[in-house]
């Protein structure tokens, strides 16, 4: 099983939006992130500029058309969740022909055969997710996406500054997961984002600890840190 897998990314639409751009690319298959603004829902989320937008809100757009995938993404209400890969998980699903499924979120990537460290490129074991390239413009830094919006590319490092969503893996031991889970009523769903693949933004202090209990022995957490 690989380490390399796809992320779920959930933003909540704020009244300057999400913050990021989607574009198609000549001679690539699928919607692209061309550009994460700084301190918006995407970027708190985990987005980077160069993941490919696979899942919408868990319906595959793989195959879709930038319109219909921008169409998507507009009519949602409440929570946006996305699943995305980044260039090298990306790569590694391209290279054993393989179709993104929502479970690798969780599961990680079935690679047949087994994976080797040597197949990984700037992978973290704990699942935090990782840096991506920024997309290439031929034109230098200024270029229109299909919407006629002039996107405009900003520092990476800006990009990337700040705290950053983790994705964790947890086995229950002989005394449970060894954390206690609590709500603050000032900041609801701060700090956990999704269980097991699944947003629980919203949702109250019960039903996510149901959803925890839920995953058995073992389950994914989305976690972001208080100022994110």
Same mark, same amino acid.
């Given at each position: 099983?690989?380490?390399?897998?796809?992320?779920?990314?959930?933003?909540?639409?704020?009244?300057?939006?999400?913050?990021?751009?989607?574009?198609?690319?000549?001679?690539?298959?699928?919607?692209?992130?061309?550009?994460?603004?700084?301190?918006?829902? *995407?970027?708190?989320?985990?987005?980077?500029?160069?993941?490919?937008?696979?899942?919408?809100?868990?319906?595959?757009?793989?195959?879709?058309?930038?319109?219909?995938?921008?169409?998507?993404?507009?009519?949602?209400?409440?929570?946006?969740?996305?699943?995305?890969?980044?260039?090298?998980?990306?790569?590694?699903?391209?290279?054993?022909?393989?179709?993104?499924?929502?479970?690798?979120?969780?599961?990680?990537?079935?690679?047949?055969?087994?994976?080797?460290?040597?197949?990984?490129?700037?992978?973290?074991?704990?699942?935090?997710?990782?840096?991506?390239?920024?997309? &290439?413009?031929?034109?230098?830094?200024?270029?229109?996406?299909?919407?006629?919006?002039?996107?405009?590319?900003?520092?990476?490092?800006?990009?990337?500054?700040? &705290?950053?969503?983790?994705?964790?893996?947890?086995?229950?031991?002989?005394?449970?997961?060894?954390?206690?889970?609590?709500?603050?009523?000032?900041?609801?769903?701060?700090?956990?984002? *999704?269980?097991?693949?699944?947003?629980?933004?919203?949702?109250?202090?019960?039903?996510?600890?149901?959803?925890?209990? *839920?995953?058995?022995?073992?389950?994914?957490?989305?976690?972001?840190?208080?100022?994110?």
């Amino acid at each position: 099983m690989s380490t390399l897998r796809p992320r779920l990314c959930v933003l909540e639409k704020e009244s300057g939006g999400y913050g990021f751009h989607l574009h198609g690319e000549k001679g690539k298959t699928g919607q692209f992130i061309r550009l994460v603004e700084p301190d918006t829902p *995407a970027s708190k989320s985990g987005l980077f500029a160069g993941d490919r937008l696979v899942f919408v809100n868990g319906e595959s757009v793989e195959g879709e058309s930038h319109q219909q995938v921008v169409a998507k993404i507009r009519a949602t209400s409440g929570a946006l969740e996305l699943i995305v890969v980044d260039a090298d998980t990306n790569e590694l699903l391209r290279k054993h022909n393989l179709k993104c499924q929502k479970e690798f979120v969780t599961e990680g990537i079935p690679v047949p055969g087994g994976e080797s460290d040597s197949d990984r490129v700037d992978a973290q074991s704990n699942g935090t997710p990782r840096e991506s390239s920024p997309i &290439p413009r031929e034109n230098g830094d200024a270029s229109s996406d299909r919407s006629g919006r002039l996107s405009v590319s900003s520092s990476t490092k800006e990009e990337r500054s700040g &705290p950053r969503p983790r994705l964790c893996h947890l086995k229950k031991g002989s005394t449970g997961y060894g954390f206690n889970l609590h709500s603050e009523k000032s900041k609801p769903g701060q700090y956990i984002r *999704a269980v097991n693949g699944r947003s629980v933004v919203g949702m109250q202090h019960s039903d996510v600890v149901a959803a925890i209990k *839920a995953g058995g022995d073992e389950t994914t957490l989305l976690v972001v840190d208080a100022e994110a």
